[in-house]
């Protein structure tokens, strides 16, 4: 969810709304903003499932450090979505594995 | 529940009056005056640079207690928003016949209008009473920390340090 | 490509440890792997604690502002999106930009990398939903989305008392704060803000485990006795969508280990922290350390110290040698007085431990 207002950064930015893909769905997204928020912005939080257990990962650091965010962007896996921003008509889709084609 | 206990305390009034921000009763029975709630020796100084009145004393080192000194307190409020660790009030009891003012930093979205009535809320956010809201401030110089002043029943007037509403989903 | 000084982080102390040698005359190249500077001081919207003297009651993002603006004032060369892979004999560094890789010879190296958010593991603490405290500071502060709607906050240091505050602000509930100590660690002014607005803070407390099939719908906290045992029949479950970690951060000293610096064991300091002199010069000359590399703290802090190597790395270089000892001293003594008080007494203790087995 958007923080639309706040009490000390004041109302968010205008910036260039686009259109993104994920996992066939489209969705809003702010030019140039981490894939990871724009996102969690909509409401999707499970961003890949692990080698052997398929289970669910998700955002953890948000800094670029843990590498839990990995998802597949553009056909390119192992993508770290809390820093790589946002462009135009991305297509984005949860990484199976290491992002080997399943 | 099975072994369940309450929250940890906030700070209570007693240990409060005995720190060297915390005005005397009759100081407080004066009018307006500030309230130093920071209990603790930490590295901080802004409120005694803040108050044109040097009302206010640290000193060397940095970490010594904020102490008031009263009979220079005039309760102008401008500390308010100068304390990062948003603990220090003002309080006036002589507001009215039956009510006190109380002053405190707000943080929050939406900030209320003047006037409006609002519930009062302790040191641990319970409710006490209703307030009115008299005025709202928040110019530049505060930089986005709104000071609000409220009056409530005067018995309150220690206890009543926020209003209803922090919490805002969206 | 050359520089006298290589300064490897643009945050607090990185910033500050350029801005003062390049002010004292050293030739600076600052790399920093993110694409903005600043490190964590933009996601920083409270105003700061210390000395009025040194821009406290400035909010984090404004101290930023003045630091990035005085840098580049000073015209210092400054490197983003560029990592620095390596530091290999006499001072050479590998660089990993967005054109490839390069090498940089500098006579000096400031390592001012900072530190990363510990964890801790309990059932279900993969799910998505569990993040780091500094995570969800990020996400609220300069990207504007909340991680989530109800929050359960783990730890009551600083950093879980300031960012549960900023998540009330951000419009998110947050349920609960535990901690496992019986007291409250941080300061009791941030404890009040978040008590005043109705969080409950319970010590002795810590999470049991995490709920949830795809992301986290539920919390479980449970009582611990005073060797921190969970003690069975005391859990409590509730309906949160995210739990943050504010457990403690570890200095980052990759490349401390990979220069050969010696290192000491500072449980205080947040682990491992290379050895240190008074100037904060590592044991290998020439390649100093500052800010939370040097030692858990905080952002008062590292910009001090960020200046004192600055000064130093200059100095060593033959600049401004009759200002250099004056200035030094001045930053010494501040720096002690933020160690002061019942908060500071350990790091002090701590620096002091680390400075007594350091070369002169």
Redesign the interface.
């Known amino acids: 969810?958007?923080?639309?207002?706040?009490?000390?950064?004041g109302d968010?930015?205008k910036r260039k709304l686009v259109k993104i893909e994920v996992d066939g769905r489209t969705i809003e997204a702010f030019e140039g903003?981490?894939i990871a928020?724009a996102l969690?912005?909509a409401g999707i939080?499970?961003?890949r499932r692990t080698v052997k257990r398929r289970?669910?990962?998700?955002?953890?650091?948000?800094?670029?450090?843990c590498t839990d965010c990995m998802m597949t962007v553009n056909g390119m896996p192992n993508v770290r979505t809390c820093?790589t921003p946002v462009e135009e008509g991305m297509e984005i889709s949860t990484q199976i594995g290491r992002g080997e084609r399943s | 529940m099975n072994g369940e206990i309450a929250p940890t305390k906030a700070i209570t009034l007693e240990e409060l009056r005995n720190t060297p921000g915390f005005p005397s009763e009759k100081r407080l029975s004066l009018g307006r005056v500030a309230v130093i709630e920071c209990p603790e020796e930490i590295p901080c100084n802004p409120c005694e640079f803040a108050c044109p009145k040097e009302a206010i004393k640290i000193g060397q080192p940095i970490t010594n207690l904020p102490q008031l000194i009263e009979e220079r307190c005039d309760g102008c409020g401008i500390c308010i928003p100068s304390c990062p660790g948003l603990a220090i009030f003002v309080v006036d009891l002589t507001y009215s016949k039956t009510q006190a003012l109380v002053e405190f930093p707000h943080e929050f979205l939406p900030l209320p209008k003047d006037g409006q009535e609002v519930d009062a809320t302790d040191r641990h956010g319970k409710v006490l009473t209703k307030g009115e809201v008299v005025k709202v401030r928040n110019p530049k110089g505060y930089n986005s920390t709104p000071v609000i002043s409220l009056a409530v029943p005067r018995r309150y007037a220690n206890e009543v340090r926020g209003i209803l509403g922090g919490v805002r989903i969206g | 490509m050359d520089a006298e000084v290589a300064v490897v982080g643009a945050g607090p102390a990185g910033l500050s440890a350029s801005i003062e040698a390049a002010r004292l005359g050293a030739k600076i190249v600052l790399i920093d792997e993110n694409g903005k500077p600043g490190g964590q001081l933009f996601k920083q919207i409270h105003k700061f604690f210390g000395s009025m003297e040194h821009l406290a009651g400035l909010r984090g993002y404004d101290i930023g502002n003045k630091l990035w603006q005085r840098a580049m004032e000073l015209k210092i060369n400054v490197m983003l999106n560029t990592t620095v892979f390596g530091i290999f004999g006499d001072k050479t560094l590998g660089l990993l930009t967005t054109m490839g890789s390069e090498i940089l010879r500098a006579q000096r190296i400031i390592l001012a990398t900072g530190g990363s958010e510990n964890t801790i593991a309990f059932p279900g603490w993969t799910l998505p939903g569990v993040m780091g405290a500094g995570a969800a500071q990020t996400l609220i502060n300069v990207h504007r989305v909340l991680p989530g709607k109800r929050i359960l906050m783990v730890g009551s240091g600083n950093v879980g008392l300031i960012v549960s505050y900023q998540l009330l602000q951000a419009g998110a509930e947050v349920v609960a704060l535990v901690e496992a100590a019986p007291k409250i660690g941080g300061y009791r002014v941030h404890a009040a803000k978040i008590q005043r607005a109705g969080v409950p803070i319970m010590v002795s407390h810590t999470v049991k485990r995490a709920h949830g099939r795809d992301y986290v719908e539920a919390a479980t906290i449970v009582r611990v006795d005073d060797d921190l045992k969970m003690i069975p029949g005391t859990e409590k479950t509730f309906d949160v969508d995210t739990i943050c970690l504010a457990v403690g951060l570890t200095p980052l000293s990759e490349l401390a280990w990979m220069s050969g610096c010696k290192f000491i064991f500072v449980p205080t300091l947040g682990g491992h922290v290379p050895i240190h002199n008074e100037d904060l010069e590592t044991t290998v000359e020439g390649i100093y350390v500052a800010g939370d590399i040097a030692g858990i703290e905080e952002a008062s802090i590292a910009m001090e110290e960020g200046r004192l190597a600055g000064i130093a790395a200059a100095e060593s270089l033959g600049y401004a040698r009759e200002e250099a000892t004056k200035l030094k001293k001045e930053i010494k003594e501040r720096v002690q007085q933020l160690r002061r008080g019942p908060f500071g007494e350990d790091r002090y203790l701590a620096k002091q431990r680390i400075m007594k087995v350091a070369p002169r």
């Open positions: 969810m958007r923080i639309k207002s706040h009490p000390i950064l968010i930015p903003e981490p928020a969690l912005a939080k499970v961003f289970e669910p990962r998700g955002l953890f650091c948000t800094i670029g450090q820093i």
